[in-house]
């Protein structure tokens, strides 16, 4: 009995549901509300922050912990120069469109997603594949949301068009969205009017550091410009070596055009990012190995561009020796990422792993994979996978002058023989003056080819070089000679390569919470969240089931017991019924319940209660603490502890 089967899904997901339990039981809310709030600002509540908490906890674990990466904490205030040497200031940005009448602004390629999509549920349903939408809560007539989807049917190959362009609607550039708006009639949604044509829009927030404004700043739209000016100190900290990694959580802050989806969409946001160095000529990874069979549904490229979002099963290890993933290290990640989502209580049906598409790729990237996660709003991505090569070190290293590089002794030296120019410093500075550095580096750059035809015209007694102004300059044999030497390099010098995970943790969160939501079969009204307990804001529910004087030590004893074995339980002593406390709860996922009786003050018994299937076990205090702290560490599951325990009849035994 306490082992039974559930049907989760005997209700259909119910969005309005949903969202009513997250705004009742305080997950989140829009920011400064009874101001009027702003788009695209959410502040979390207790169960919010502390379901954050607890994914953030398990991502150090899981990362941070199992792969020996370095921690570090950087500025959110970034000076101006920093974002313009990385490329934020010049390309950091959306499309957007504005309504030629209102002015509202929309973010053009989410215009032509929401359009098309409502366009193809139009079709369904008058085909009769998809039911009616939803009647409108009245409630939200008022809120700007998606097109409304209209039953109109679609010529076959129209169909064919419009799933075509939203398979590689990504690859898109700003001028190309701009003909599909005009070439399909695709106007703003909330009033019918036209658009204009798409503008870049910077995301970054600006500001200015110190009271004269002098010395402008953005506030950071991602964490990794903070790891990459530390690359020095790192390398330093861990004793010159590479692979490895810093990881940083922390907030990020992007201006986002039109807001609307939710914490999916919004303008300030925690982010966990990895940064894992590698040698450029070695993108292999030494555990790599344990995550070969690791089978990820992959949506590649070329798929996209043949205009389908079929993703195909395969092990990571295939996809990297097929070169459909382009390296070990970026494979690695990929599973390991995969791993940690389905821990925190992803459903693995609704995950992908999508590769950018040659014009979305970010300007540091050489090859890029999202997760993306399935939800209401369709598939969303949660964590981008970024082979950001040696750009971002090398623009750095370049600007400041500050050599971001590794220098690796060699186990065998290399002795190479090349052609040097040795200069007659007295003579060839007194021949050309002002021009002496310019020839000198024309000819100092010279490649082995160059060098060995100067060196074979000088033989034959002089020779002419030109300047990249045209001019030209005779070199004879007492102004430099040109000879072979052997040099020995002991030392490599070399940028590494980056591999970036990086998480979006507000939008894992709210997919998890959509992906743990469902009803109880006898009553659509009873919502449940299954989070597993390695997440869960509370882990156990105490419920004395009296109020009696004799009930409080035991309920001190109990929670004092959860704590000393750290574990974050909630008392509910309210004078409402049992089944509606442990309601309650269920609606904010507590995994488990302990309940006090008459007979726990007689016999020093005590229920389990398992938040899903509501099943109930006994047995002594003491025994039910043990089996309920290892439950939540995730020792035993909950048929182990069915094992363990005793089913639980619902009599109390007392004299």
């Known amino acids: 009995m306490a082992n039974i089967q559930v049907n989760k899904t005997a209700h259909p997901f119910d969005k309005a549901r949903f969202e009513a339990l997250l705004n009742r039981r305080f997950f989140y809310a829009p920011a400064f509300e009874i101001y009027g709030g702003v788009a695209g600002l959410y502040d979390y509540g207790p169960p919010g922050s502390s379901l954050q908490s607890n994914i953030i906890a398990e991502w150090r674990k899981h990362f941070i912990v199992e792969e020996h990466m370095l921690e570090v904490d950087t500025t959110i205030m970034t000076p101006a120069p920093v974002f313009e040497t990385s490329g934020h200031v010049a390309r950091f940005a959306d499309w957007m469109v504005k309504d030629l009448k209102t002015g509202e602004v929309l973010r053009a390629d989410h215009l032509v997603k929401n359009v098309l999509e409502a366009r193809l549920a139009g079709d369904k349903e008058a085909r009769g594949l998809a039911g009616a939408p939803p009647k409108e809560d009245d409630k939200k007539k008022k809120k700007k949301d998606k097109a409304k989807p209209t039953a109109v049917k679609l010529p076959d190959e129209v169909v064919v068009e419009y799933e075509t362009i939203l398979a590689q609607l990504d690859n898109y550039s700003g001028p190309e969205l701009g003909e599909l708006c005009r070439k399909y009639n695709i106007r703003n949604p909330d009033t019918d009017n036209e658009v204009s044509e798409p503008q870049q829009f910077n995301l970054m927030f600006a500001s200015s550091i110190g009271p004269t404004g002098q010395h402008p700043g953005f506030l950071r739209p991602e964490t990794a410009q903070g790891h990459f000016l530390n690359f020095s100190r790192l390398l330093e900290f861990n004793n010159g070596r590479i692979p490895f990694a810093s990881a940083q959580i922390g907030r990020s802050f992007r201006n986002e055009i039109s807001p609307r989806a939710g914490l999916l969409r919004v303008r300030e946001f925690t982010m966990a990012e990895i940064e894992h160095y590698v040698d450029p000529e070695d993108k292999r990874h030494e555990r790599f190995s344990e995550v070969r069979d690791v089978e990820l549904d992959l949506l590649d490229r070329h798929t996209q561009a043949a205009g389908s979002t079929k993703v195909t099963r395969m092990k990571i290890g295939d996809a990297v020796d097929k070169g459909i993933v382009a390296n070990e290290t970026l494979g690695y990640f990929l599973a390991r990422i995969n791993q940690f989502l389905i821990k925190i209580g992803i459903n693995p049906t609704r995950l992908r792993f999508r590769q950018h598409m040659a014009n979305e790729m970010a300007h540091y990237a050489t090859d890029c994979w999202d997760a993306e996660i399935q939800n209401s709003y369709g598939w969303t991505e949660c964590v981008g996978c970024a082979d950001r090569a040696a750009y971002d070190l090398s623009v750095h290293s370049a600007k400041t002058g500050h050599p971001l590089v590794v220098r690796q002794a060699l186990k065998e030296p290399i002795i190479t023989e090349k052609l040097v120019a040795e200069f007659n410093k007295k003579t060839f500075g007194k021949t050309f003056g002002k021009d002496t550095a310019m020839l000198q580096n024309l000819i100092g750059g010279m490649d082995e080819a160059l060098l060995a035809k100067l060196q074979g015209e000088l033989a034959q007694g002089s020779t002419t070089v030109t300047s990249s102004d045209g001019r030209e300059f005779k070199l004879t044999p007492d102004l430099l000679t040109i000879e072979k030497k052997t040099f020995k390099q002991s ?141 939540v560490n995730g020792t035993i599951d909950w048929a182990e502890a069915c094992r363990r325990l005793p089913a639980y009849d619902g009599v109390q035994d007392v004299e």
Do not use: C
């Open 491 to 631: 030392i490599r010098e070399f940028t590494p390569n980056v591999i970036e995970p990086s998480f979006g943790l507000g939008r894992i969160l709210y997919a998890l919470l959509e992906h743990s939501f469902w009803s109880r079969e006898q009553d659509v009204e009873r919502g449940v969240l299954s989070l597993p307990a390695v997440v869960a804001p509370t882990k156990v529910l105490i419920v004395p089931l009296s109020a009696k004087p004799e009930f409080a030590p035991l309920v001190r004893e109990v929670s004092a017991k959860l704590r000393k074995a750290g574990i974050f339980s909630r008392v509910d002593d309210s004078n409402t019924s049992i089944g509606k406390r442990y309601a309650r709860n269920d609606e904010l996922g507590t995994p488990y319940g302990l309940t006090l009786d008459f007979a726990s003050t007689q016999k020093g018994t005590m229920t389990l209660r398992e938040r899903d299937t509501t099943g109930q076990l006994i047995g002594q205090i003491d025994e039910v603490i043990a089996t309920v702290t290892e439950l």
